[in-house]
């Protein structure tokens, strides 16, 4: 079977997401390992009740950006996986790691990209009086949620929405579209191409699958 990493820095219903994904068979492939930079992270307990592997990797104990990320290398490495899964992995990663899983590195970022990379991203759409917000899937490059998009999900702002309200929309969006990205990508039909990102040969429009 295809081998998945997954990385994580907090409740991980995305990787919740991925389990269940796997439970019925349908991720393509087997989740090997859960890694978190955070001890206190439920999404560790996630893993252990599904019987994956999970290691905790305190970024804090590292002296700098480049160590910790030398070691996340090295552990993610031991596992030998087709793919690395970032599932709200907070942390921003070097060139160097970016480089070393080019092309099998896939995040989930809640927004419609280009729009709104970073953080606090519900808050600021809600502030800007935004209409419509949502969540990616994407390649992850060397620019910040700049990697290019492989699937989307949007929905609409409703008039009297909250932050909360939002939130509870997005994940559940981001809950349909991760599992199916994956399985693309473990079934090989989701490639990074020179030319950005292919489904079954053929390129993917810049906002990806909607
Ligand atoms: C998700 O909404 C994901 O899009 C976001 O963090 C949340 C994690 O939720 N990721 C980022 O903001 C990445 N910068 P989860 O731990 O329940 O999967």
Do not use: C
């Not at 439920?42 to 910790?68: C, K, M, N, T, W």
């Not at 989307?152 to 599992?179: F, N, T, W």
Request: glycine letters at 10%; proline letters at 6%.
């Amino acid at each position: 079977a295809r081998r998945v990493v997954v990385l994580i820095s907090g409740n991980g219903s995305n990787l919740q997401a991925l389990i269940d994904a796997q439970s019925f068979d349908e991720l393509g492939g087997e989740i090997v390992a859960v890694i978190s930079n955070k001890a206190d992270a439920h999404g560790l307990q996630r893993a252990r009740d599904a019987g994956i592997d999970a290691v905790v990797l305190p970024h804090d104990e590292y002296e700098s950006r480049d160590a910790f990320d030398g070691a996340l290398i090295k552990v993610i490495e031991r596992h030998e996986p087709d793919l690395v899964v970032l599932a709200g992995f907070m942390r921003i990663l070097t060139p160097r790691f970016v480089h070393r899983f080019h092309g099998r590195l896939l995040n989930i970022h809640p927004s419609l990209l280009p729009a709104y990379r970073g953080l606090d991203t519900h808050k600021r759409v809600l502030a800007d009086g935004g209409e419509e917000h949502g969540a990616s899937v994407h390649f992850v490059t060397e620019e910040l949620d700049g990697g290019p998009v492989v699937m989307q999900a949007a929905l609409k702002i409703r008039p009297g929405d909250s932050e909360e309200s939002v939130v509870e929309r997005i994940h559940a969006r981001e809950h349909l579209i991760y599992p199916i990205a994956v399985r693309w990508f473990l079934e090989g039909r989701l490639q990074l191409g020179p030319d950005g990102p292919t489904l079954d040969g053929m390129a993917l429009p810049p906002q990806g699958m909607r």
